[in-house]
């Protein structure tokens, strides 16, 4: 039967996509705008949107499984109408189409951010507040509140379970994702400045390898939290310049002077027509919590994240073999062999 994935030209989409196609499962994908990331695939395509509940319906028609993924980030705190548009009202539409057409199995990729972070001091897994107030960055609050629209569907008699992935990092990054073009910058010495602080980071095939086992024996309205290994930027920095033979950023703020020089950051970044990667939230992040339990997806799925150099070394090789990188070493291949 078919599998349906929403958001297939996303960066776990891309792989996901891949992976449900090396099992021999017949695939479907959601196209809105983009095709590049999945062009040349076995997979059908279909147009649509989910904001456009009828297109959905027309997607998900014979569908076994729907994985979601479609969502818009945002490193902003002024991006709520577009959040509640897509990532809420969206997924209120994906809910209900499956709803409508007799989807088995809905799998929904909710964030890390959908939860509370703190306290920071305590371990941080699938029990966690979700961060529905307005105190919170929009994109954090709009995972919050979608998972309730699956939630709501769950009580209409959808199965459906969730997926909390950490910060997401691996191959078939085509867009490239907000930390995908903060390697790139650390690669082609282009980010003059490092930050304190860190994130979990997980590797992309991990996350899919976990979403597919779950999709095969969780129980109906399961959650998983998919987490890897907390690093900080500076030893991020470190890593990719051994790696790349590139020199890392030497100076590193403290995270309470960034947030000063955010202002600057941003004028500096519309004036040169990009997305600035510092930001109130992304520094926010930056101090997120770094004891993230994956237990329950160990327990139940057998997951097991691989070592974060591993993902690291990977995810450099493949912006080289996909001509966004330019190789200055060949430490990336020697170490992949």
């Known amino acids: 039967m078919t599998v349906v994935i929403t958001g297939a030209t996303g960066h776990i989409g891309a792989n996901l996509v891949r992976s449900l196609i090396e099992k021999g499962r017949p695939t479907r994908c959601l196209v809105h705008v983009n095709r590049r990331p999945i062009d040349g ?3 059908e395509m279909v147009q649509g949107d989910v904001g456009d509940l009828e297109s959905l319906c027309r997607a998900f028609e014979g569908a076994e499984v729907v994985y979601h ?10 991006d709520w109408p577009l959040m509640e548009a897509v990532n809420v009202n969206g997924t209120r539409n994906v809910v209900e189409a499956c709803l409508r057409t007799k989807v088995r199995r809905l799998i929904h ?11 920071l001091s305590a371990p941080l897994d699938e029990s966690r507040e979700l961060a529905e107030s307005q105190q919170y960055p929009p994109y954090d609050r709009s995972k ?21 992935p950490t910060g997401i990092i691996g191959p078939h990054d085509y867009e490239p994702s907000y ?25 992309v095939r991990d996350v899919v390898a976990g979403a597919m086992r779950a999709e095969e024996v969780a129980p ?9 290994h907390w690093v900080t930027a500076r030893d991020i920095a470190a890593m990719v310049a051994e790696i790349t033979g590139t020199s890392a950023p030497g100076l590193v703020f403290p995270l309470w002077m960034a947030r000063l020089g955010v202002p600057i950051v941003k004028a500096v970044s519309r004036l040169n027509g990009r997305s600035p990667l510092y930001t109130s939230v992304s520094l926010r992040a930056l101090r997120s919590n770094r004891h993230i339990s994956h237990e329950k997806a ?25 001509g966004q990188l330019t190789p200055k070493k060949s430490a990336a291949n020697k170490e992949s062999r």
């Not at 909710?110 to 509370?116: D, L, Q, T």
């Not at 109906?220 to 890897?228: C, N």
């Not at 160990?298 to 073999?321: A, I, K, M, S």
């Open 41 to 43: 695939l076995d997979t």
């Open 144 to 164: 919050a509140i979608g998972e309730g629209e699956v939630r709501r569907g769950i009580e209409r008699g959808l199965d459906a379970i969730i997926i909390n």
């Open 69 to 78: 993924l479609a969502a818009c980030i945002s490193l902003s705190m002024d």
């Open 220 to 228: 109906a309205g399961a959650r998983y939290l998919l987490s890897g």
């Open 179 to 203: 930390f995908g073009e903060a390697l790139l910058s650390i690669a082609q010495h282009k980010l003059p400045a490092l930050v304190t602080g860190g994130f979990d980071w997980v590797d």
């Open 109 to 119: 990729f909710s964030s890390i951010h959908a939860f509370v972070q703190e306290p």
């Open 298 to 322: 160990t327990r139940e799925l057998g997951y097991q994240p691989r070592p974060f150099r591993e993902t690291l070394v990977d995810t450099l090789r493949w912006f080289e073999e996909n």
